[in-house]
C-alpha cells in the first residue's frame, strides 16, 4: 500500500502535510485537483528550492541528514498555502467533509477548486 507524502521545502526548512485534506497517498495526489493546484502553486511559488516528496515519517530523517536539517527546524505550511490559494480565488473552502465526534481535533477540509478557472 502507497505510504502518505509529505512534501518537503528544503530551501526554506518547511513542509507541507497533507493531514486534514482528502488526499495524502500518490493516486490520490494525482487524482485531486486541490491537490494538483496545491503542489504546482507551491512549486512555482518557491521555484529554484530543493523541494520534493517523502513517504511517511521514517524516512524524513534520512533524506534531510546529508543536508544537516534537523527536521524540528521544520515549519508546517499546509494552512498558509490552503489560504493563499483561498485569497486567490483558486479553491473554495465548504468547510469540512467530517469531524470526529469525540476529539474535533480530527476533521478533514472539503475544498474544491473553483470551477470558474
Not at 544537516?68 to 508546517?76: A, G, S
Request: glycine share 2%.
Amino acid at each position: 500500500m502507497p505510504a502518505s507524502q509529505t512534501l518537503f521545502n528544503r530551501t526554506k526548512k518547511e513542509y507541507l502535510l497533507f493531514a486534514h485534506l482528502p488526499f495524502s497517498k500518490p493516486n490520490e495526489i494525482y487524482a485531486s485537483d486541490v491537490a494538483c493546484l496545491m503542489v504546482t502553486w507551491y512549486m512555482l511559488e518557491n521555484s529554484g528550492d530543493d523541494i520534493l516528496f517523502l513517504p511517511e515519517y521514517d524516512s524524513y530523517e534520512s533524506a534531510l541528514e546529508p543536508f544537516r536539517h534537523n527536521i524540528n527546524e521544520y515549519v508546517e505550511v499546509t494552512d498558509h498555502i490552503v489560504d493563499a490559494l483561498i485569497q486567490s480565488k483558486l479553491i473554495i473552502d465548504n468547510g469540512h467533509l467530517w469531524t470526529d465526534e469525540d476529539d474535533s481535533t480530527i476533521y478533514e477540509r472539503n475544498l474544491i477548486k473553483n470551477p470558474n478557472l
